[in-house]
């Protein structure tokens, strides 16, 4: 791999809805509350109704409201077929009874030039549910921290309808805006309309670079400690290859938090976690301290308001809760020691107007989360507790290339980092990437701490033979 | 299953296009096959990833992973891509005729 010098933002394209929407206002809005209180899909749906019930939002409800939106369409005025709304709830019913779903294992579909976007989904029952008898799915890729306008939101609903199924979610755990229920034929048509009219990407999905996400960060958020929608979008866009040509044993995600606070719980979700962090000390205001614990400022900026939880008490609710036990009020002065601080956020977060990070800041990165699938869910280990970077970020692409080369040679088929590093071991991990261990990256470094040793390391070598170890200290 | 018709033969495929008889591959059905993935003639360049692909699965029962492919045709990912714009799992696969890859490439 070798590093491609950033190239110039593409300019985003404005998206007028009028120059490019397909359904009139009336389509849009074409039943009544009245017609919809009446309304009955062609299936009973006996279990799938129980979820309606209660004050929640419902999926089936929602569904059903599609399912008379599209009935009530000419038929010329979808590509999909127009009873896949109910289909899809009858299949759904009778998947419940059954206790298995009646999704097909597996499909291969695609776009022309791209290895990933589009999951093949076949119905089991085509002959039952013919309009579900294809329902692909397409990843979009969302804009960073999901900023949108009315009129793009418009554009895609009007888009997925017209050729899909217009059942969409926003969004999908990795964070793409997920189309769901498509014909094979539709694919491409769609593809093309995403790409030249509405600029618009799709995302990663198979082994390769999933859809990059990242937290609101410096637009809208105080914590923010780097541009995340910076870094987000210059990694999407270097990656470009590796997003949308698979060439991985398996997935492989990016995520991006401005602060340890981790809006996009990176550290639970990302095969490679940035989060912003600080080096230098927490920059304490002593008189808003002091007006916090006189009650005059609300603690975590009011967000408990309107219950009485008792006066705010900074011993209870910050100094004890401190998790490296760094802090203390000293003669009415807060103290921190910084060096045992571990940037947890917590007490920045309960009294942001007399606590702030450092200023002095940079990302830490972290290896290795995944969600369950073979040995249960594992979060990502802190291996480079703090750099600096600016873009185009060559410093940590040589980092992310060299995790990518080790776990493309290493990795088993369907193998993530996290599994790969938990097989090889840490140690060889931080061989690949030549950095030193260090207190930083073990769980508890206060109080667990170990070192690794390797034979070369030891003045005077070391010989040791397990076999005879055995001999006196049996398994 | 469907029926098509590919090189005056009706062959079985699967809903995704993919042949369900490995067995009844040969040049003519690839060639056949090949435009169905928008490759509308199999130069040497393409036979040269597909007999890889055929071959690996004949001795393996699966499909390569990318990077073997990769490695073993000499090809770049980009190049696999400008052959089979369609991938390499869905087009390439597809043309070597084996059933539909589950795992990797
Ligand atoms: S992760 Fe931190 S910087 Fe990003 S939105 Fe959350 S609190 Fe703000
Ligand atoms: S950020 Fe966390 S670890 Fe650091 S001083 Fe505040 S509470 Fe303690």
């Known amino acids: ?475 | 299953m469907a029926m098509i018709e590919l090189a005056g033969k009706q062959v079985e495929v699967d809903e995704d296009g993919f042949i369900q008889d490995p067995e009844i591959w040969d040049k003519e059905l690839a060639e056949a096959l090949a435009p169905l993935e928008e490759v509308p003639t199999l130069t040497e360049d393409h036979w040269k990833v597909v007999n890889m692909i055929r071959e690996y699965y004949l001795r393996t029962g699966v499909a390569p992973m990318i990077r073997k492919l990769c490695k073993d045709t000499g090809f770049t990912l980009k190049q696999i891509y400008e052959l089979f714009p369609t991938g390499p799992a869905k087009g390439a696969c597809k043309i070597a005729g084996l059933p539909k890859p589950t795992g990797c490439v």
């Open chain 1, 1 to 475: 791999m070798s590093f491609k010098p950033p190239g110039p933002k593409v300019p985003q394209r404005e998206i007028k809805y009028d120059e490019v929407r397909i359904y009139t206002d009336e389509e849009i809005h074409n039943y009544t509350e009245e017609e919809l209180k009446n309304f009955k899909i062609k299936y009973d749906i006996p279990m799938l109704e129980e979820l309606e019930k209660g004050p929640w939002p419902s999926f089936v409800a929602d569904t059903k409201q599609l399912a008379l939106h599209r009935r009530k369409l000419a038929d010329d005025r979808v590509l999909m077929p127009k009873e896949c709304a109910e289909d899809l709830l009858g299949q759904l019913q009778l998947s419940l009874e059954h206790g298995e779903t009646h999704w097909k294992h597996g499909g291969i579909v695609g776009v022309s030039g791209y290895g990933g976007g589009v999951i093949g989904r076949y119905s089991d029952l085509p002959e039952r549910f013919p309009a579900i008898a294809h329902f692909h799915t397409m990843r979009i890729n969302q804009p960073n921290s999901k900023f949108y306008k009315t009129d793009y939101l418009r554009a895609i609903a009007d888009l997925w309808n017209f050729r899909g199924s217009g059942c969409m979610n926003m969004h999908g755990s990795t964070g793409d805006i997920i189309f769901l229920g498509t014909t094979t034929e539709q694919l491409e048509p769609i593809f093309q309309e995403m790409a030249h009219v509405l600029n618009q990407d799709i995302g990663g999905s198979g082994s390769n670079l999933r859809t990059p996400s990242c937290c609101i960060g410096k637009a809208r958020c105080e914590f923010a400690l780097f541009d995340t929608q910076e870094m987000c979008y210059e990694m999407t866009m270097h990656y470009q290859d590796e997003l949308h040509r698979p060439a991985f044993p398996y997935k492989f995600k990016f995520k991006f938090d401005g602060c340890p606070n981790g809006c996009v719980a990176s550290i639970a979700r990302a095969d490679i976690s940035f989060i912003g962090t600080w080096r230098d000390d927490i920059r304490i205001d002593q008189e808003a301290v002091k007006a916090y614990m006189a009650g005059e400022l609300l603690p975590n900026a009011g967000a408990h308001r309107g219950r009485d939880w008792g006066k705010f008490d900074i011993q209870r609710e910050v100094i004890d809760r401190c998790p490296t036990k760094c802090m203390a009020l000293e003669d009415g002065k807060l103290v921190i020691n910084n060096a045992e601080c571990n940037r947890c956020m917590h007490c920045i977060n309960t009294m942001p107007r007399a606590l702030r990070p450092g200023t002095d800041t940079g990302v830490m990165l972290l290896f290795g989360a995944k969600a369950p699938i073979l040995d249960g869910a594992q979060m990502s280990v802190c291996l480079i507790p703090f750099m600096k970077t600016e873009p185009p970020y060559d410093n940590v692409k040589e980092i992310i290339e060299k995790t990518f080369d080790w776990w493309m040679e290493e990795g088993k088929n369907r193998e993530r980092l996290g599994e790969l590093i938990q097989r090889m071991g840490l140690p060889k991990f931080l061989e690949v990437l030549g950095i030193p261990p260090a207190p930083h990256m073990i769980t508890e470094p206060r109080s667990n701490p170990y070192i690794f040793w390797r034979a070369e390391d030891v003045p005077g070598g070391l010989t040791f033979d397990i076999n005879e170890y055995r001999t006196k200290h049996a398994r």
